[in-house]
Every structure is written in structure tokens, then in C-alpha cells.
């Protein structure tokens, strides 16, 4: 029965729902509350009503109807301590589950309500948390621990015990499928009272936490994960020992979408600390061990930090790494040869050469050339298929070519154009073509073997290749030398170079290059001085005769009109040479 100190009719009502609940139609135990107050008095008689010898069926009754009092309502001095002896031995493990859990669900309740009040109760309390083991009472523990704490913001009278405690309940507490409530908890525990926390206790955490990261495909525990993990290395110190498993956890959590933001804030304040050297050496390890060869994602999410961190849009300023030190690492993680690792190597140093290429030095370079190279045959052996790939491959070579023809290129030359040429068939014109221009400069009379490139030069850009404007470029390149040193090498030019390479033009489909071919032709023909010159006029008198082999005349187009052109002024000048 409950009885308000006021005679008002709500409260006859309760009073008489408590008689009629507890089967006495007058007196029994009373519980007055105080609406001045809003007090809750514990009485003697509701104390015998839940204690040890009332019947357990009452009890747990009672304890329910009192439970929302207790966590509505402040309770007198003393009364949470009455109320606790009365009810404990409802937590002997040979109690029923039942009885357990309805006396930690109104503990919980309790420690709620009365909260600001508890004093050294809270250390009692923690101490039942503690050494109460009974494993079908884990999830209303845990809840009491919560309230206990207040979700792990106040620790009062158990500071040092907390820490050790948690560490050790966690894989039970993970086993129990409790992860996100853990995780909850663990933020604020760090966030507010990280001073309490031994390193091998942080350690612990942090370990565990990283465990849960693991698994991407749980994508709410990733996320209070995360929180966790910059908890520590914002209130508190990330052991060292930790640094490699906090790290890891990183590198796999960027490569989920809904996380890649924040695992590059929390990166990048790791690496703002004084572990930030330490960080990417070890992200570099990771790139270069053999036990990780088959593990995509992780190494994609080092390449993808180390890149970022050291020469990204907003790079940590702090860290004194080299690219010459990191990018040897991208290269050992080209070798095993995945896809998406790959990609994010392409992404970084395409970041790297337009952003900072031209201030990369000679060493640099040699290593951004190796990886170049690498890609390059990658992306024609092993990822063919992958467009967007090839295409942010090659761009790169572009840039490169383009900062040497600006002579911001501090690497070798000789080593860039070998790999242009050794690609030229997938290159665009615009590249062979500059390509070509940089073997011309080699074929001089002053350097040794210059017959013979230019021979290699007509082969594989004049015979071999299609492109029109590739092979006028090198009949051009052939004319000038022919016009700058015909008065000493004349009769090895013609001999060697010019009748063997234009000897079939009259069969040549592209008008333009065979318009080109029979212009230099002409050239040669009006200052020839060497016995090969009847060879050459032949060629010419096959080029004036192939219109006239076609019985029917086609409408004549500006191609045919531009060969009929030719045709007619190599008629005018051979004259002379009848």
C-alpha cells in the first residue's frame, strides 16, 4: 500500500492499488512520498516485502512496481543502502534467471535515479559489476555498468579498477554480439578519464578496437570504432606498440566509402603527432612485406595515406619524408600485382609529377620512371581491359614529356624516351612526335652510327607505322639531313637511306605521305651528282605514270588534283634530264 501525505483522490487510488496488489484490505507496509519534494520514503515494511524472507514471486514483483519509483523519484539518506541489503542475495547464481535479472535491471534503475547520491555506493556496485560471472547475466551488467558510469563519462571510487575490468570482459563482451555498446563506452571512458589509463590499458583497446575494424562489413561498429580510435589519439597517448595495429585498421577502413573521410582526418592527426615518422615508415613495411602480398585493400589504403600525407592537398607539414624515400615502397606493391593498388599508385604520382614535377630531382625521378615503366606493362599485360586505368597511365607519361619540353624534367631524357618508343604503337601522335624530333638530334655526321639510326628511324616510323603525320614527319627529318650534308654523304645517303626507303612509294595508299615522298624525291633529283641518280628518276617516272594506268577517269578530288599537282612539276623539272 501507498499512502500520499495529501488526501487527494488520484493518490486514494494508488494507495488502494498497492492494497489490492499486495491481497491486505487495511494496514500493511507503507511508502510515503512527499510531493513537496517529490521524496520517495522507504519504509520498513516495503523493506520486508523485498527481502530475503518475503516469497521470491513477491519480491520480484515489488521490485518491478518499485523500480520506476526509485529511478523517478530521490530516495531518503540511507535508502539505497537498505535497499541493497535487502535484495542481494537475489544474485546468488543458484537464484533463477528471472530473480537475477530483475534485481540488476532495478539496481540499474536505481543507480539511475539516485545517481548524484550514491557516494561510495558506486564502488559497491562496481565491485557486483566485477565479480558477478554468471554468464547469462552479462547484458543487464553491462547496463548497470553503463548506468554506473554514466555510459563511461564518470568513474568515481572506481578509477583504477575500470581499465583492468574492461580489457578483460572485452571478449566476452564481444562474444555476447555487444560490440557497438562496448564501443560506446570505451569513447568516453578515454575521452573523460584517460589519466586513469595505464598504457598497456590503452594498448588493449586499441588492439581489440582494431580488431572490430577488421570487419568491414559491420559498417555501425566500424564507425564507433573509429570514434574510439580518435579518442585515443586525441585524449590520450597511442602506445607504441599499438602504432602498427592502429594503422593496419586505418588502411582498411578508407577503402570503405561511408568511412574514407574520416580515416584520413584520423590519419593525418596520427601523423601530426610525434608518432607521424614512425607511421609512415611503418606504412612503408607494410607496403614491402611478402605476408601481406595477397591483402588489396590494405595495401591500397598505405599507398593511398602516404601519398596524401606527403604531398596530398592538405600534406602534414610536420613530416620530413622524401618522396625518394616512399616511392620504392609503391614499387614493391606494384609486384603483387593487384588491380586497385595499381590504380592508387597511378592516382599518387600522377598527383606527385603535376603538382610537384617540377621540383622532383634526378634520383627521384629514376624511381618515378622504374614505377612508370611498370605500369606501363602492367596495364598492357595484366589490365587490358581497364580503360580508365590505361588512360591515367599514359596521361602520366604525357606530363612527363611535357615538363621536358618546358625543361622542367630533371631526369634522364635518354631513359624517358626509351620508354615512349618502347610504347610508341599505343602512344599519341603528338608524343611519337616529339620522340622523333629527340632521335634527330643524334643523327649527325659528328656522331658515331648516325646512317644506321636514321635507317632505324625511317624503319619503324616510315615503314612500320600508319600515321600520316608520323611518317611525314620523318620524310621531313630525312630532307633536311639529305639537304645538310648531301655534299659529302650523298652517294651513302641515296644508296642506303633513300633509295631503299622510298623505292615502293609509287604503291604508297596515303596521298599525303606519297605527295611528301615524291617532293623529297624531286629535291634530291635536281642537285643529284652520283651514278644512283637514274634509280631515283625511275621511281619519279613510275609516280608520273600511275595515273595514266587507270582506263577510266575518276572525278578528280583535291587529294588526286594535289598528286596530279606533283605528278606535273616532276614532269617539268626532269625534262633536263632528257
Request: with cysteine; aromatic share 8%; glycine share 4%.
Amino acid at each position: 500500500m501507498i499512502e500520499n501525505m495529501s488526501d487527494q483522490a488520484p493518490k486514494e487510488s494508488l494507495r488502494q492499488k498497492f492494497k489490492n496488489f499486495f491481497g491486505k484490505k487495511s494496514g500493511g507496509f507503507t511508502v510515503h512520498v512527499k510531493p513537496s519534494s517529490e521524496e520517495f520514503l522507504i519504509t520498513e515494511e516495503l523493506l520486508r516485502g523485498v527481502g530475503a524472507d518475503a516469497p521470491t514471486g513477491q519480491r520480484i514483483k515489488i521490485l518491478k512496481e518499485v523500480a520506476e519509483l526509485v529511478l523517478q523519484k530521490q530516495l531518503e539518506n540511507n535508502a539505497v543502502e537498505a535497499l541493497w541489503l535487502a535484495i542481494q542475495d537475489l544474485l546468488n547464481p543458484q537464484m533463477s534467471t528471472e530473480c537475477r535479472h530483475t534485481a540488476l535491471k532495478f539496481l540499474q534503475c536505481l543507480v539511475t535515479g539516485q545517481f548524484d547520491r550514491l557516494g561510495i555506493n558506486r564502488a559497491i556496485f562496481f565491485r557486483l559489476v566485477n565479480n558477478h560471472t554468471v554468464e547469462e547475466d552479462l547484458s543487464p551488467r553491462f547496463d548497470l555498468l553503463k548506468a554506473l558510469s554514466e555510459n563511461g563519462k564518470d568513474i568515481t571510487y572506481f578509477e583504477e579498477e575500470l581499465g583492468p575490468f574492461l580489457l578483460e570482459w572485452t571478449p566476452e563482451v564481444l562474444h555476447a554480439n555487444k560490440e557497438c555498446d562496448l564501443l560506446s563506452l570505451l569513447v568516453n571512458v578515454i575521452k573523460f578519464n584517460a589519466c586513469y589509463l595505464d598504457e598497456e590499458i590503452i594498448s588493449g583497446f586499441v588492439h581489440n578496437t582494431c580488431v572490430i575494424c577488421s570487419h568491414p562489413k559491420n559498417e555501425v561498429n566500424i564507425e564507433v570504432a573509429l570514434k574510439v580510435l580518435d579518442a585515443v589519439v586525441c585524449y590520450s597517448c597511442l602506445p607504441v606498440d599499438s602504432l602498427h595495429h592502429f594503422i593496419e585498421a586505418l588502411c582498411r577502413t578508407v577503402n570503405v566509402e561511408k568511412f574514407c573521410q574520416t580515416s584520413w582526418k584520423l590519419m593525418r592527426n596520427l601523423l601530426g603527432t610525434h608518432l607521424g615518422h614512425s607511421g609512415v615508415y611503418a606504412m612503408c613495411c607494410i607496403l614491402e612485406d611478402r605476408n601481406h602480398t595477397n591483402d588489396a585493400p590494405l595495401l591500397r589504403g598505405a599507398v593511398f595515406f602516404v601519398g596524401m600525407a606527403l604531398w596530398g592537398s592538405k600534406r602534414v607539414t610536420s613530416l620530413r619524408h622524401t618522396p625518394t624515400s616512399v616511392l620504392p615502397s609503391f614499387l614493391k606493391a606494384l609486384d603483387r600485382s593487384h588491380m586497385i593498388v595499381s590504380y592508387e599508385v597511378v592516382l599518387s604520382i600522377s598527383r606527385l609529377i603535376k603538382k610537384y614535377g617540377h621540383n622532383i630531382e634526378m634520383v627521384t625521378w629514376d624511381v618515378l620512371l622504374d614505377i612508370l615503366e611498370k605500369l606501363l606493362q602492367q596495364v598492357h599485360d595484366q589490365y587490358c581491359g581497364n580503360e580508365s586505368l590505361y588512360d591515367e597511365v599514359h596521361d602520366i607519361l604525357s606530363s612527363v614529356e611535357t615538363l621536358h619540353e618546358s625543361n622542367q624534367f630533371h631526369g634522364s631524357t635518354e631513359r624517358l624516351f626509351e620508354i615512349v618508343e618502347h610504347w610508341t604503337n599505343q602512344r599519341p601522335e603528338s608524343s611519337v612526335l616529339r620522340l622523333i624530333t629527340y632521335k634527330a638530334q643524334v643523327i649527325h655526321p659528328t656522331k658515331e652510327g648516325w646512317i644506321k639510326h636514321l635507317q632505324q628511324l625511317m624503319d619503324k616510323y616510315f615503314k612500320q607505322d600508319t600515321r600520316t603525320s608520323i611518317r611525314v614527319k620523318v620524310l621531313n627529318i630525312l630532307s633536311f639531313i639529305l639537304s645538310s650534308t648531301r655534299h659529302i654523304y650523298e652517294d651513302d645517303l641515296i644508296e642506303l637511306v633513300v633509295l631503299p626507303q622510298l623505292s615502293h612509294i609509287v604503291d604508297e595508299q596515303d596521298v599525303e605521305v606519297r605527295n611528301v615522298a615524291v617532293q623529297l624525291l624531286v629535291d634530291v633529283a635536281l642537285d643529284c651528282h652520283t651514278q644512283r641518280c637514274m634509280e631515283i628518276l625511275n621511281i619519279m617516272q613510275k609516280v608520273i605514270c600511275r595515273p595514266m594506268e587507270s582506263p577510266v577517269t575518276p572525278p578528280i578530288s583535291p587529294e588526286r588534283s594535289e598528286e596530279r599537282r606533283v605528278g606535273k612539276e616532276c614532269r617539268s623539272r626532269w625534262s633536263p634530264y632528257h
